[in-house]
Structure formats: structure tokens, C-alpha cells
């Protein structure tokens, strides 16, 4: 799944994805996954599920979603500022 993020990536960005079990949640035992992205837009997000892969499935939409909105600022950024170099 992490494979997945790959195309959305620059060579400078670093990934920290931590894994980890929570045992004092009402519901019992519980697994989260946390990814944090840096160092242009910092890109963080977390997501809790009943196993260690359902955390990670419920994660990647959640990073994905956040790296197209950093890409997405970024071009309209640069266009802006190609822009004004024109005028």
C-alpha cells in the first residue's frame, strides 16, 4: 500500500510512518498507523482500526488526499507566479 504514495513523492521528502497498539481504548485492543511527510508540506495523518492493516488501509486515502491538496497549492503557486513574470 505504501508503494502506492510513491508517484506523489519528490527525492528530498522524508516518510515516518509509525505502528503501534493501544490497549486502553473502551473497545478493547486497537491499532494505529501515523505517517508524517516532510519536509516541503508537512503532511501528517493518523487512523485507528482493529488490526494493524486495517489501520494502514484506512491511512494511505487519508496521506494521499493530503499530498494531492500540497501538489494542487503547488502548481497554482507556481503558475501565479509564472504569471506575474509575464505581465
Known amino acids: ?3 502506492k504514495l510513491q508517484k506523489y513523492l519528490r527525492p528530498e521528502n522524508k516518510v515516518h510512518l509509525e505502528l503501534g ?3 486502553k481504548s473502551r473497545a478493547g485492543l ?7 511527510i516532510m519536509p ?3 503532511v ?3 487512523a ?9 488501509d484506512l491511512l494511505m486515502p487519508k ?3 493530503q499530498l494531492l491538496q500540497s501538489k494542487d ?3 497554482y503557486t507556481q503558475s501565479v507566479f509564472d504569471f506575474t513574470k509575464m505581465v
Do not use: C, P
Not at 486497537?30 to 508524517?36: G, H, N, P, Q
Not at 482500526?49 to 494502514?56: C, K, S, V, W
Open 21 to 23: 497498539a493501544e490497549t
Open 73 to 75: 497549492k503547488m502548481i
Open 1 to 3: 500500500n505504501i508503494d
Open 48 to 56: 485507528y482500526g482493529h488490526d494493524l492493516f486495517e489501520a494502514i
Open 44 to 46: 501528517y495523518a493518523d
Open 63 to 65: 496521506v494521499k488526499e
Open 30 to 36: 486497537r491499532y494505529r498507523a501515523e505517517m508524517t
Open 40 to 42: 516541503k508540506s508537512e
